[in-house]
């Protein structure tokens, strides 16, 4: 089965932030994402609350439970007590937990699983006591010591950081080795169990190469490359042009 598509509402909410004013609205447009085929929704709530706030997560669960029920609500941060707050108070079949510090304008690495296991642990323990999917953020060419301590610390699932990869987009060698990394940590997870998630720089033209390249592939969520596809071709459309890049 071709990987599902979270849709990260992330970059319109940073658009709608610009001024105190209600549009964009992020739960208009994740209705339309939603609409139109794409599986989930994806946000990242920050401490700053520079993007998705704190009050976007109510209303956009209730959309999914009301109008979409087979959809998924996707929560990712760092495991602040806020943050873990959030997300038990707003019960998203999954939460992706990334090693960002508060100060980083979007992830840009995976969890160091050997020096940071003593604190996933009881996060994960935490998480998985309320029944959500855990994934963590994982950098493409991890070591066999860092998949399996992911494991070890109860993930479900790892998702590969692609920003390596999207910015081969003018450089085909380097695209061949940043996928051949993808490829050889998603055969790691699937040793230990894992499955696998993707997400960062990805667009309609380099998903189909990452597709093929980790055919384990359960999701990838697209946050940037996509609002920008949208600007040209709308938001519905946009969904529609990422599903088919996917293989739907």
């Not at 939460?95 to 304008?105: E, F, I």
């Not at 999917?133 to 993930?155: I, K």
């Not at 055969?187 to 960062?200: E, F, I, P, Q």
Request: charged share 25%; hydrophobic share 40%; aromatic share 6%.
């Amino acid at each position: 089965m071709p990987a599902k598509l979270s849709v990260n509402l992330n970059a319109v909410a940073l658009l709608r932030n610009r001024r105190d004013l209600p549009w964009p609205s992020v739960v208009g447009l994740g209705r339309i994402a939603l609409e139109a085929g794409a599986h989930g929704l994806t946000v990242h709530p920050r401490p700053d609350q520079r993007h998705i706030r704190f009050s976007d997560l109510a209303p956009l669960r209730a959309l999914i439970d009301d109008e979409f029920p087979d959809a998924e609500f996707n929560i990712e941060g760092y495991p602040t007590k806020e943050f873990l707050d959030l997300v038990e108070e707003h019960q998203p079949e999954q939460v992706t937990l990334v090693p960002d510090h508060p100060s980083q304008a979007t992830s840009d690495h995976g969890w160091d699983f050997v020096a940071q296991h003593n604190t996933l642990v009881p996060v994960i323990t935490r998480l998985k006591s309320n029944r959500f999917r855990v994934s963590c953020f994982c950098d493409p060419d991890a070591s066999t010591e860092q998949v399996e301590l992911a494991a070890r610390a109860g993930a479900d699932r790892i998702e590969l950081y692609t920003g390596p990869y999207g910015g081969t987009f003018d450089d085909p060698k380097a695209a061949k080795k940043r996928l051949a990394d993808l490829e050889r940590t998603a055969k790691l997870a699937a040793v230990y169990r894992m499955d696998v998630n993707a997400g960062h720089d990805l667009t309609v033209e380099n998903v189909p190469g990452l597709a093929k390249a980790v055919p384990n592939l359960l999701e990838v969520s697209i946050g940037n490359g996509l609002t920008a596809d949208a600007l040209e071709y709308g938001m519905a459309e946009s969904v529609k042009r990422f599903l088919k890049s996917c293989g739907w």
